[in-house]
DNA sequence: GTCCATGTTCTTTA
DNA sequence: CTAAAGAACATGGA
């Protein structure tokens, strides 16, 4: 599942292979990948006719988005979904099964984009739309009083409003249940009824599990991997992420799952005592 | 063959 | 009307 530490691990790994390259051909496998941000546009989009002989000038992240800047200033984002993967080819290779856009640069190398469950895709932009209009603050830079003020606003629990990229960018399912562990707060606890200080500590926690995860190069689970083809070695310093009925690391208590918010969640009964209310 | 994994969007419910 | 909860999507693996 790519989460922010997965996607900026890709960005790290991918910008000396593309930015100051330019698209010398772009082959679209699947179509229905591409998606125009807004815009009812009845005519075919082209994104072949856009792409091609634009120079790539800068690769970033916000959120989960992979953000592909154009010498114009045009530019389009790539998003992975929960199979996706943006993988340079460094030699010419046959391009693998799910592969939905190839981009050929002028130094040679290939850059693929392969998705089985088709989660992902990518969305141009073009000059005038933002990347981020509709994401939440980044949360390596985010401020704890901020955080708490956007948590009062909402009633429910508070994985969900974690979960929720409006809230806060680039958080997924194993980083939250992850911070929250840290963090000693129950998934469920109802996310307007945090104090600041809880909130505080949350976002602290948020913010060492995200640059723990980031400095091993992301949590490799099922399909992740980072723009070179390579896993990363987060996932074995997971402490609940998919430990159901294996001991907590801190206090040894069988971890429990439950469902929240339609997703798996795995916490610590006795770490992460369920809030009276 | 069934069920489950999950990020986002769409639909339904309260 | 709003907010929250739930379903749907797609495919491979258990």
Redesign the pocket.
């Known amino acids: ?3 922010l530490p997965e996607v900026q691990t890709i960005v790290s790994t991918l910008q000396p292979v593309v930015v100051g390259t330019a698209i010398k051909k772009v082959e679209l496998f699947r179509r229905e990948i591409v998606h125009l941000e807004k815009s009812t546009a009845a005519e075919p989009f082209d994104l072949a006719a856009q792409l091609v002989g634009r120079q790539i000038t800068a690769l970033t992240r916000r ?3 992979i953000i592909f800047t154009l010498k114009d200033g045009a530019q389009f984002y790539i ?1 992975l ?3 996706g993967r943006l993988i340079a080819q460094h030699k010419p290779i046959e391009p693998v ?2 592969t939905h856009l190839r981009l050929m640069l002028s130094n040679g190398k290939l850059l693929d984009f392969i998705d ?4 992902g895709g990518v969305w141009w932009l073009g000059q005038d739309a933002r990347p981020d209009g ?1 994401l939440g603050p980044e949360p390596l830079t985010l401020r704890s009083a901020e955080l708490y003020q956007s948590l009062a ?5 508070v994985k ?1 409003a974690l ?1 929720d ?1 409006h809230v806060i960018a680039g958080l ?3 980083y939250v249940d992850e911070a929250l562990f840290a963090a000693s707060i129950h998934p469920a606890t109802l996310s ?1 009824t945090l104090s600041l200080e809880q909130t505080a500590a949350l976002l602290r926690a948020i913010k060492s599990t995200l640059n723990s995860a980031i400095k091993h190069r992301g949590s490799s689970v099922h399909d992740y991997r980072d723009g070179n083809n390579e896993a990363g070695v987060f996932q074995t310093l997971h402490k609940v ?2 430990r159901k009925g294996q001991p907590c690391l801190r206090c040894g208590t069988p971890l429990q ?1 439950i ?1 929240l ?4 969640t795995c916490f610590c009964p006795k770490c992460q005592p369920e809030p009276n209310s």
């Open positions: 599942m790519p989460e959120g989960k988005r998003h979904g929960m199979t099964k799910h089985p469950r088709r989660f509709d606003k909402t009633h429910r629990a969900s979960l990229q997924g399912n194993i307007d992420y998919n799952r469902v918010g339609g997703r798996g």
